[in-house]
Structure formats: C-alpha cells, structure tokens
C-alpha cells in the first residue's frame, strides 16, 4: 500500500494504514482518482503551513491556519494525530527561524537556553495534566484574555517598539524561566496563542521589544514542539509522510517571515502580532461560544 493512502485509510478505520478498509475504497474509485485526491490534499494542507510558517516566524499563532487546515482536509481523522503532524511539521520552521534570530538579534542565548528547557518540560507538563482535566473552563476564558491582551498592546503605542530589558544576568534568567513554565505548561494543557502569550509576556515583563521576544519565543517554542514530538511519537500519532511535505513549506514560509521581521524590525512584528491576536480572539470565541 502507498504510503500516502494512509489519510484515506485513517478517515474509514481511525488508524493509519490499515490495509482491509482501504480495499473497499479501491474497489469503488480508481487508483487514479485516490491519487489525483491525495495530491489534492497534500497541497492543500502544503499551502497551508506555507502561510503558518510565515506568521509563526514573525509573530507565533501560525496554528490559527494550520491547525484547521488539518480538520478540515482530514475531518475523519483521529485529532491526536492531526494535533502530532501539524507538531511535525512545524518544528522545522520554528528550527529554522531559531537558527536565523540567534545569528542575527543580540540576545543572551545562554543564559535563555534554561528557559527553554523549562518551556519544555512545562509542555509535557501540561500534556500529562490534560489526561486528568478538561480543559473546557479555559477554553471559555482564553478569549477574554486575549482581548485583554490586544486592548493592553493598543492602548501603549509605545509598547515593545524599543528594547530596554528591565534586568540583566540571573534575574532576567529567572523572569524567563518563570514565563516559559507558565507559558510552556499552556501550551502542553490547551495551545492556542502560546506564541503570542510568549511574545507579550517577554514585551511586558522583560522590556524586549517585539522583534527581541519573538526571537525568544522561538526558542521557547522549538523546545515545546519538540517534547510534544516525542509524546506523540511514542503514541504513534504522527503521519510522518504528511508532515514531510508540510515541513518543507513551512521552512520556506519561515524563511520569508524571518527575513521580513529581520528587515523592518519591532514596529513591523507588533503589527503582525495584533492582526494575529485579532484573529485568535474570534477563533476562539467562535470555539467557546458559537461552535
């Protein structure tokens, strides 16, 4: 069987790659038909991480696109599995925007690398918490905060648009490390917005100004991907075929929203970043309310 088929497998079995359901289908629709659809998908789902890689490289909340993108082209599919590919996938984009902002935006990468590791661990964290919580209440919440959150950024025109960090040395590694916890720990229990909180926390709290915390950011947000990689992984909820393709659309959309951000500076993430908030609030009260 073709590797491939394994999404068409999936939406008749909820499993991946299960060889008797996909014969019936065979029996019904040409091969040629099952392939032109699959094509159809992958590029669908390709264009799609092209534009997430892009705002995640500026501004973080490329799973805004992504994300649905997956539900919709494969709504039979089983959501950890979706959830794991689009992880997948957006690792190297978010790998490859880390490499490009740590050559380029002077920033104390050692001393923000402890950070790191603690967004990480507080993702899985939060992954192990969701096995024993709903996360309904937040879900219900999250919108009210994020508007209190692009309220706040336009309401200070000056707000993260020239770096003054507030500390230095281990005091600013440890206001790091607590915003990676938090942060890392929503991210692993609920998700959506974790590169716009990052981004906002690292403006507010440590007087970077946009284009310093999405640096940060990306970092943080490398290791968080990363140990819900290897969660889903050991689950076995990853289609590693589809996230290929993905992955190297989404580096090339990273790779044109680095150089865009590297080029116009804060004042040209802020704004991505209240487009990108704007659109977050009505996701997710469409999500909490209306749906």
């Given at each position: 069987?073709?590797?491939g088929?394994?999404p068409l497998a999936?939406?008749r079995?909820?499993?991946?790659?299960?060889?008797p359901?996909l014969?019936?289908?065979?029996?019904?629709?040409?091969r040629?038909?099952l392939?032109?659809?699959?094509?159809?998908?992958?590029?669908?789902?390709?264009?799609a991480?092209?534009?997430?890689?892009?705002?995640?490289?500026?501004?973080?909340?490329?799973?805004?696109v992504?994300?649905?993108?997956?539900?919709?082209?494969?709504p039979?599919?089983?959501?950890a599995?979706?959830?794991?590919?689009?992880?997948?996938?957006?690792?190297?984009?978010t790998?490859?925007?880390?490499l490009?902002y740590?050559?380029?935006?002077?920033l104390?990468?050692?001393?923000?690398?402890?950070?790191?590791?603690?967004?990480?661990?507080?993702?899985?964290?939060?992954?192990?918490a969701?096995t024993?919580?709903?996360?309904?209440?937040?879900r219900?919440?999250?919108?009210?905060?994020?508007?209190?959150v692009?309220?706040?950024t336009?309401a200070?025109?000056?707000?993260?648009?020239?770096?003054?960090?507030?500390f230095?040395?281990?005091?600013?590694?440890?206001v790091?490390?607590?915003?990676a916890?938090?942060?890392?720990?929503?991210?692993?229990?609920?998700?959506?917005?974790?590169?716009?909180f990052?981004?906002f926390?690292?403006v507010?709290?440590?007087?970077?100004?946009?284009?310093?915390?999405s640096a940060?950011?990306?970092l943080m947000?490398?290791?968080?991907?990363?140990?819900?990689?290897?969660?889903f992984?050991?689950?076995?909820?990853?289609?590693w075929?589809?996230?290929?393709?993905?992955?190297?659309?989404?580096?090339?959309?990273?790779?044109?929203g680095t150089?865009?951000?590297?080029?116009h500076g804060?004042?040209?993430v802020?704004g991505?970043?209240?487009?990108?908030?704007?659109?977050?609030i009505l996701?997710?009260?469409w999500?909490?309310?209306?749906?």
């Open positions: 069987m073709l590797a088929h394994a999936h939406r079995t909820g499993r991946l790659g299960s060889g359901a014969g019936p289908m065979k029996a019904r629709r040409p040629r038909v392939m032109e659809s699959n094509m159809l998908e992958l590029l669908t789902v390709a264009l991480s092209l534009l997430a890689g892009f705002i995640d490289a500026v501004a973080g909340g490329g799973g805004l992504l994300v649905p993108a997956l539900f919709s082209t494969f039979g599919a089983a959501p599995t979706l959830l794991g590919t689009n992880k997948g996938a957006s690792v190297w984009g790998g490859w925007a880390t490009q740590v050559k380029r935006v002077d104390p990468w050692r001393r923000l690398m402890p950070a790191a590791a603690l967004a990480g661990l507080g993702s899985f964290a939060g992954a192990w969701l024993l919580v709903s996360p309904n209440g937040l219900k919440a999250l919108p009210l905060v994020l508007l209190a692009l309220a706040y336009l200070r025109k000056d707000l993260g648009r020239e770096h003054r960090p507030r230095q040395g281990r005091a600013e590694a440890a790091a490390g607590a915003i916890l938090a942060v890392g720990f929503y991210d692993g229990f609920f998700g959506p917005g974790t590169g716009s990052f981004v926390l690292f507010r709290l440590l007087g970077y100004d946009f284009l310093h915390a940060t950011a990306k947000n490398l290791l968080t991907n990363a140990f819900a990689i290897a969660l992984v050991s689950k076995g909820h990853i289609w075929h589809v996230a290929a393709v993905m992955a190297v659309t989404n580096v090339a959309g990273s790779l044109l150089r865009l951000a590297l080029k804060a004042g040209f802020r991505v970043f209240v487009v990108v908030v704007g659109c977050l996701k997710t009260a999500d909490a309310f209306l749906r």
